[in-house]
């Protein structure tokens, strides 16, 4: 498989609260998208494994995913050790994306982190010749990190105005999460304060750049620009 792009999240539905809308904007420019989760959010107060991922299934549907995986491996214990790392780079060597999406590397769930570390070791094994003798190396052209709920500047937008309802749809796909089950009812917030929240991140984000609704991203390398008359965003 051939994906443009790959998002790799800790847990289902962080991918669609982190950068689903972006992801959605790109399949409807015709690129090959796809996420990966790599647990199944077995450690959550409501809902198994199995509900899960196949709420995360019907979520990738919304979010026009050419593809979309789990890996299984422990909620929130999720480690960064050689097995997670080795598992997680033959995997990219498989799905060969161009673009990978990680969290950003600072978070509150370690989960968040590690992923973001894990996740970049594993495009650096990715591309070594020598790591398996079954699997053709690949190493990803570009790791962007998804930066919605860390407190940094974004190195830039992308505009998800046209993308923000089918975001919502696909997030309450996971009716397991977001229903208005019993269990946990307290620290579960309902469908309406949900939206509000996300709607009110996005609608910040949109703002930094003049549109609607967006998704903030950082970078570690410079950003390349050829035209400096041509570039969006006002200055004053
Ligand atoms: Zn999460």
Redesign the pocket.
Known sequence: MNLDVLAI???P??IE?TCGGALIRMAEMGYRTGALDLTA?DMGTRGTPEQRVAESEEAARHMLLKWRGNMHMPDARLQNDIGARMSLAVKIRELKPRVVIL?YWQAR?P??YR?GELGYEACFLAGLKKLDEYSEPHRPQKILYSSVYADVKPSFIVDISAQFEKRMNALFAYTSQFGAAEEGAGLFPNEQEIRDRLGAIARFYGNQIGVRYGEPFVVKEAIQVDDIVAMPVKSI
């Open positions: 999240a800790a847990h539905d962080d609260q959010g969290p769930h989960d968040h992923c």
